[in-house]
């Protein structure tokens, strides 16, 4: 399959080269709580475990640029900040979610979902959606009030629905003061967990 894609060489480490015994390769930052909230609430340790294998992915390779996909809000946003604190010379570049005609974002997890559920996943990019639109003319806890209400149909269970802060990942309460607000939301669509964010509110 690699050669027919046109692969002209292949990287295939074992586990002790990519983590020596002798080699410490866990990453010791403080996070500022980027780690803590929505993703990390519900999946502890996870984003520990994100930074240690980008970052040494980053050792290895020594790219000049790491392209991550929108549609992992917070995990990119904490990559960032690891960049920075450890002041790696690459650039980040995001790239826009990419998603099904019905709006379902892209993942490797829809293929998990049946026809069915797939169908009427639509209502995850519907209700971000609603809520950008309500955030013009409601308080920030009747959107999420909203949303909650709204996605919380048969087969399908919300674990969260947050506004957030695009920087600091910290909940909005006047979006007045903010200049980069993000809703980030994680559901159970059957037995397949999915996940999924909309822009709110660009920086200038």
Aim: positive net charge.
């Amino acid at each position: 399959m690699l050669r027919s894609a046109g692969c002209d060489i292949l990287f295939a480490p074992d586990i002790k080269e990519i983590y020596p015994p002798d080699l410490e390769t866990k990453v010791k930052i403080n996070f500022n709580g980027l780690d803590t909230v929505m993703e990390g609430k519900f999946r502890p340790g996870h984003f520990a475990g994100v930074a240690q294998v980008v970052n040494r992915l980053l050792q290895i390779v020594k790219p000049n640029k790491l392209y991550m996909g929108q549609k992992d809000f917070q995990q990119f946003t904490l990559v960032a900040h690891m960049l920075k604190k450890l002041k790696l010379p690459v650039t980040l570049v995001v790239c826009p979610t990419l998603r099904e005609k019905n709006g379902l974002a892209m993942s490797s997890r829809n293929e998990r979902l049946s026809k069915d559920l797939r169908s009427r996943a639509d209502i995850i990019y519907k209700t971000l959606s609603s809520a950008k639109r309500r955030l013009k003319t409601h308080a920030v806890k009747e959107v999420i009030q909203f949303a909650m209400e709204k996605l919380t149909v048969p087969d399908f269970n919300p674990e969260y629905f947050s506004i957030v802060d695009g920087y600091t990942l910290n909940p909005v309460k006047n979006p007045e003061a903010h200049d980069y607000i993000v809703a980030c939301v994680a559901i159970w669509a059957g037995d397949v967990r999915l996940i999924d964010n909309l822009v709110l509110k660009k920086p200038k």
